[in-house]
């Protein structure tokens, strides 16, 4: 459970696995801020059914990957909610292509967004978290990041990026309070993969022992047990919510 009273910073939290991810933060009873840099709308009808769950939630506009806008938005938070307790690093791209023809644009964009954004985030929480001696992070990578995938070098390099700097974070403020975990999603269903061919989908599902995707809000139930006041003696973990895909 999630005291009350916590706040939250959800990015990328206007759809996707970030949606439902701040939608079950606030049904803990923490206030989330959603952070989104395009889809507005999306982001606009996130916050409302936030709200609906009885919290507070601010919308705040920009690029993980900029350290000003990361700035403004941690200003933001502390401004709006005098406070920060649980920090979800979720936004992330792809640009997918195979490695001989990939674009080095391509590689440096999801790199910067997706490892760099992080790092930006993370940097940015700890201030007040270690101020206060209490804090949870959690860093959303990919079944990518741990056995990879044609097609996505730069995506499966950001990915298990997060994994080493997560567990490199965790031993640096174990000791004020402070865990950083990672959830790595396997297939999800979302816009993205619902715009799959069905003999590519079924393609995916033989590779699952469940045999199935997974739900948005499967993974956020594991967000919610990390960031958690019962979750203190678990950092620098990956939890792979992927129906057994990964299982060693």
């Known amino acids: 459970m999630i005291e009350g009273g916590r706040v939250a910073v959800?990015?990328?939290?206007?759809?996707?696995?970030?949606?439902?991810?701040?939608?079950?933060?606030?049904?803990?009873?923490?206030?989330?801020?959603?952070?989104?840099?395009?889809?507005?709308?999306?982001?606009?009808?996130?916050?409302?059914?936030?709200?609906?769950?009885?919290?507070?939630?601010?919308?705040?506009r920009g690029d993980v990957a900029a350290p000003g806008d990361v700035d403004d938005l941690f200003k933001g938070v502390n401004e709006a909610f005098g406070r920060l307790d649980i920090l979800v690093n979720n936004a992330g791209v792809t640009r997918d292509n195979l490695m001989m023809r990939m674009k080095e644009d391509e590689f440096d964009e999801v790199l910067r967004t997706n490892l760099k954004g992080t790092y930006l985030c993370t940097r940015a929480a700890l201030r007040p978290m270690v101020r206060a001696r209490w804090g949870r992070i959690v860093n959303i990578s990919s079944v990518v990041g741990l056995v990879g995938n044609a097609g996505q070098a730069n995506y499966a390099a950001s990915k298990a990026g997060i994994i080493g700097f997560t567990k490199s974070v965790a031993r640096e403020v174990a000791q004020r309070g402070i865990t950083a975990n990672v959830v790595a999603p396997g297939y999800v269903e979302t816009e993205l993969t619902g715009s799959l061919p069905e003999k590519v989908k079924d393609q995916i599902k033989a590779q699952v022992p469940s045999g199935r995707f997974g739900e948005a809000g499967e993974v956020a139930e594991v967000v919610a047990f990390l960031v958690g006041e019962g979750a203190g003696y678990v950092t620098g973990q990956t939890v792979a919510v992927d129906g057994g895909m990964t299982m060693q």
């Not at 990015?11 to 009873?29: D, M, S």
């Not at 009808?45 to 705040?60: I, S, W």
Request: aromatic share 4%.
């Open 10 to 60: 959800v990015t990328g939290g206007g759809r996707g696995i970030g949606r439902e991810i701040a939608l079950r933060l606030a049904r803990e009873g923490a206030d989330v801020a959603i952070s989104y840099r395009k889809a507005e709308a999306a982001a606009e009808a996130a916050a409302e059914a936030v709200r609906e769950a009885g919290v507070r939630c601010e919308l705040f």
